[in-house]
């Protein structure tokens, strides 16, 4: 397994902020395991601070922007791409501003300052996402549609068409997460002029120069534009190269434009949480795009963890056996429903069921398609449950465990003879007086089957 990874010591970078144009001090700092990428802003009363989660993003126009607590951070995508691209698992991201400085409008000085502080591996397992099946999310409005399918991998390719004669139709694809400082991360970002005449009009760039974006020249450029243009960014003289590009600034390569949308995609889905092991596909991708994307598979990802089946090695002797479970349940046979006890917390209990075409209800559900019923199912989630609550108690035998209520009963596949059931009850809330609210679910085949919600009570048995 691979072991999560986070700086050796802390790294300073300073710069000016694109659309405040402030100074800024920033500050990389080792972060514990399991912690992520944390934003603190130090120009702040208290040092609050903002995690880097795809649910604080509140706007993505010209970026990128957190938010929590009204507590904001802009433009965080080029930080976290770089922290991405070099596999940092967990790192502080200290900064006196509401933005990262822009540097030169990549992720380039943030991986060089990044590598300069070492880079070192950490005890916990890296948790990662295995992607098993094709999501995707779609903006019917723009046509822009991301895909995550399986891979070997973490890779991306974007595929951008701008509709201008000057840029047209760009593809990049970054094939493993290695190459990404060599080949992703000097991309930088960009612009377009009547883009810039925009921003420029409506004071949002104040921290633009031409070293930190590079400017695509999709019309032509009039007296009092070019002007404005030589006051904004102080230049005696402004002209177009033949590449059609603002004053004279070379490209890193022909599709950077390309590359560093890849690079925003990458940035964008830090915000997820957990690594990727499978293969983004953007066809014209944006911050919007980007994020809607991430949250559906935040989402995804919190569900399935959710209904994620326990991982037990049925071949180890279990915590108690059908005897020492018949010490606890006062049910028996032919209507007693659990065979096993594989795990026993404060809060939680896994039992199993072994399914055999024995059972006395396929006698009659169905003879010629026997299907267990799901009154069973859940009986049997309930004894699971009656376990827990019943090893609370020093004398068990001298009580009894009563059905109070169901709630969310789903039953999602069939469950068949031969099949293993696996049930995991969890508490809901503490015990009182003797009442237990618990979340019950059953797992069959590497799938849910079976999920509700149960309250039962216990009292002593009437002598």
């Not at 903006?139 to 895909?147: F, L, P, Q, V, W």
């Not at 919190?302 to 326990?310: F, G, L, S």
């Not at 279990?318 to 032919?334: A, T």
């Not at 108690?393 to 099949?419: A, S, W």
């Amino acid at each position: 397994m691979l072991k999560q990874k986070t700086i050796q010591k802390e790294v300073t970078l300073t710069g000016v902020g694109l659309h405040t144009g402030k100074n800024v001090t920033m500050v990389f700092k080792p972060a514990p395991e399991n912690s992520g990428y944390t934003f603190v802003r130090v120009d702040l009363e208290g040092n609050p601070t903002i995690e880097a989660r795809v649910e604080f993003v509140t706007e993505t126009e010209r970026g990128t922007n957190l938010e929590k607590k009204g507590i904001s951070i802009n433009t965080s995508e080029h930080v976290l791409a770089a922290a991405v691209g070099l596999q940092i698992d967990n790192l502080i991201i200290e900064i006196d501003a509401s933005e990262p400085p822009i540097m030169d409008g990549s992720s380039k000085f943030f991986v060089e300052a990044l590598e300069s502080a070492g880079i070192v591996e950490q005890e916990a397992e890296v948790e990662e996402y295995i992607v098993k099946e094709v999501i995707s999310y779609k903006d019917e409005a723009t046509g822009s549609e991301i895909i995550l399918m399986p891979a070997d991998e973490y890779q991306v390719t974007t595929m951008v068409d701008f509709g201008t004669q000057i840029l047209g139709t760009q593809n990049a694809t970054l094939n493993t997460i290695s190459d990404f400082k060599k080949e992703i991360s000097a991309a930088r970002t960009f612009s377009f002029l009547h883009e810039l005449e925009m921003l420029l009009e409506h004071n949002l760039i104040k921290g633009g120069d031409l070293n930190n974006a590079i400017v695509y020249v999709d019309k032509d450029i009039s007296d009092d534009t070019l002007e404005k243009l030589k006051k904004a960014f102080g230049k005696d003289e402004i002209k177009v190269t033949t590449n059609g590009i603002l004053d004279n600034l070379e490209l890193h390569w022909a599709n950077e434009a390309a590359k560093h949308k890849l690079l925003d995609v990458i940035g964008d889905l830090a915000l997820v949480g957990t690594r990727i092991r499978g293969k983004v596909i953007a066809n014209k991708p944006g911050h919007k795009v980007n994020t809607l994307f991430g949250k559906r598979l935040a989402n995804i990802i919190k569900q399935e963890k959710r209904n994620a089946v326990p991982n037990y090695d049925l071949n180890q002797p279990p915590l108690m056996d059908i005897n020492q479970i018949m010490k606890l349940l006062p049910h028996r046979p032919p209507f007693l429903l659990i065979d096993r006890i594989l795990d026993l917390g404060d809060d939680f209990v896994v039992g199993m069921k072994n399914v055999s075409m024995n059972e006395p209800f396929f006698v009659g559900h169905f003879p010629e398609a026997p299907v267990m019923p799901g009154v069973m199912q859940v009986e049997a989630m309930a004894q699971c449950g009656g376990i827990l609550v019943l090893s609370t108690v020093p004398d068990p035998e001298n009580y009894l465990t009563y059905f109070m209520k169901m709630d969310n009963v789903k039953f999602k596949q069939k469950v068949l003879p031969g099949d293993t059931l696996i049930f995991k009850a969890e508490l809901i809330s503490p015990i009182r007086r003797g009442i237990c609210h618990m979340k019950s679910v059953g797992y069959a085949n590497g799938k849910v089957v079976v999920e509700a919600e149960l309250m039962a009570q216990i009292s002593k048995k009437i002598k």
